[in-house]
């Protein structure tokens, strides 16, 4: 009689052929899912609704409720949403619970967030708090008339002031409030300010209106040296090229500051001046305060249908992530990580790498959009709806 053999390396090269096959499958099958949820707008949406289960709608998330007849500001930092009213900054968490009120002072206010703090001062007024999360960690007046304000990710603070007896004078103060130093310009206007996140240089955009030609420049200043030596602390200028207005800047990270001009983006590094882009002619909303990326909509019409164009380009490595959808948008706002579009009846909540995180459906029209690290209002008259980002 015969008998069968067992053999086992010849069953396991079976198995391990059907698991090859399955795995190519499974990695076939991802990319083409992949690339239909990039592509296709339809695919994505119904992947996102169903599966995923990133929609909320209206009166499903944490509420805040708003007196409708009084002036109220809202921001929104780190994980907390505050109200500003009648000069108290009243706290929310992410489950909309009241958990602070701060007297600040302040009624007319201006404002700037980063990492855990937000920076507030009397808009043409003299006053400045600066809150460290859910405290404030100082208070101070200054000379002249406050026209703008920064804070960088450890609480430094640079203020722009007119109202003396130069045209602009930016103060630098630390997170303790002590003024460091100031820079006093006496032929240009300071147009804004940002503090490196290190805490070893101030940058200056300013516009020299004295000629027929605007001018704009940039000035980066040694704290280090300004603290004794204020005149000589300037260890770099840039003369923008006579067609480039400069709009906003900030520092990103690596000490890389990130300039936007009306017509191109550039980045100041090692005393470089290197143009990251031209805006697209067809940008609607371009911002440059996310972490270190920037932020450029763009807008274009087929078939009597608004597409939209999210692009995010990483202005370190020169990398672009895009997200694609469709509507008239009404603005933009950014926290450090996330991008939201607002399309008046829907938020789409978008990270860097171009996906949405979540999308807000309402029955009406949002009045306005805040957003901090982890944490966004959707602002209506009467409430806020909180969403835990």
Known sequence: MEVLQYTPNKNNKIKKIIIMIILSILIIAGIIIASLYI???????????????????????????????ETQNIYAYDKYIGILNKSTLTL????????????????NPIFEKNNRYLCIAEKNGQKITLIDKEEISFEKEVEGNIIDISVNKNGYVSVIVTGTSYKTVVITIDNKGKEIFKTYLASTNAITTSISNNNEYLAIAEIDSTSAIIQSNIKIISIEKAKTDPTNSIIYTYKAESNNLIVDIKYQERENLVCLYDNSVHTIQNGQDTEVYKIDQNADFIDINLKNYVAQTVETTEFFKSNIQLKLKNVSNNTENIYLTSGVLKSIEVGEDITAL????????????????????????VTDIVVGDSIAGIVYRNKIEVITL
Request: negative net charge; proline residues 0%; hydrophobic residues 30%.
């Open 342 to 365: 607002n399309f008046s009846t829907e938020v789409h909540f978008v990270n860097t790498n171009g996906w949405l995180i979540k999308r807000y459906v309402s029955s009406q029209g």
């Open 92 to 107: 929310y968490d992410n489950t909309g619970k009241e958990i602070k009120k701060l007297n600040t002072g302040i009624s």
């Open 39 to 69: 592509t296709d707008e339809n695919f994505r949406e119904n992947i996102d609704i169903h599966i995923l289960k990133k929609e909320i709608t209206e009166n499903n998330t944490a509420q805040i409720l708003l007196n409708s007849g």
